[in-house]
């Protein structure tokens, strides 16, 4: 097995033992407060994170003892855009590409909608997100390794080190998650714990350049197309992303 693939395996679940402690306390915490199962709470609002995602905030509301729905809104900074690539490499995605699209990772917006079923204090649930991503300093070196799969990173092109790219990614993920609800003390408190998986099922890539002439040349339209379907092809084949959620919620 490649040492890429176990670092991958070996992410999440260095996640879990870290969170197990933590977990065991809590579960303490609801041998004191025993909430009947037919009760619930119909709206509530969260924060936390989706690791290794976003940090994010959000609204749910129950609409009954089985079934809930939220919406949420987060955003995307390290150290969380570096893991993203890393499980995309992991699965086999073309190291200069990986390259690129980890320098398209440094920041961005995700939002999300997700419908549960519950029994007990577990839940399942499926999700959909649509992220926006944007970085910069893509150079034309990085540009020329994935067109034509070859490092090009000691190139530099025509002389020019501040002639750089910009790029935007939207992509669209859906997902499953299995979750569990840790009441604390005060009723109105609980922490939820997820474990997650999502798949990129479509995106769209845009890239400009500082140099705007270049930019209106066939040879970059070409290359600009060429790199977006390359991407396109890569989050389809290579795009699925494990996530551990924490969640610090309040019932309103």
Known sequence: MKPQILN???????????????????AQDTA?????????????????????VQFTAGYGYRFSDRMSARAQAGFITKPYSGFIVSAMKAFGMDKYLAQV????????????????????RNYVGIYGQYMHLKGGG?????????????????????????????????MVNAGVLFGRQFRLHNPRLSINGEAGLSKIVTSKNSFSSNRSLIDRTAF????????DKEMQDAYWKY??????????????
């Open 32 to 52: 004191v407060y025993k909430a009947p199962d037919k009760t619930f709470s119909k709206s509530h609002v969260f924060i936390g994170s989706q690791i290794p």
């Open 101 to 120: 699209i980890k320098k398209a990772f440094q920041s961005g917006a995700v939002y999300g909608v997700s419908p549960n079923y519950h029994f007990g």
């Open 239 to 252: 795009g699925f992303i494990p996530t551990i959620n924490l969640y610090l919620v309040y019932h309103l």
């Open 8 to 26: 991958f395996i070996a992410c999440p679940a260095i996640y879990l033992l870290l969170l197990t402690p933590c977990f065991k306390l809590l």
């Open 220 to 227: 970059a339209q070409k290359m600009y197309k060429e790199i």
């Open 138 to 170: 893509i150079t034309p070196a990085d540009a020329l390794s994935v067109y034509l799969k070859k490092d090009f990173t000691q190139f530099d092109v025509l002389g020019l080190p501040v002639f750089e790219f910009s790029m935007q990614s939207n």
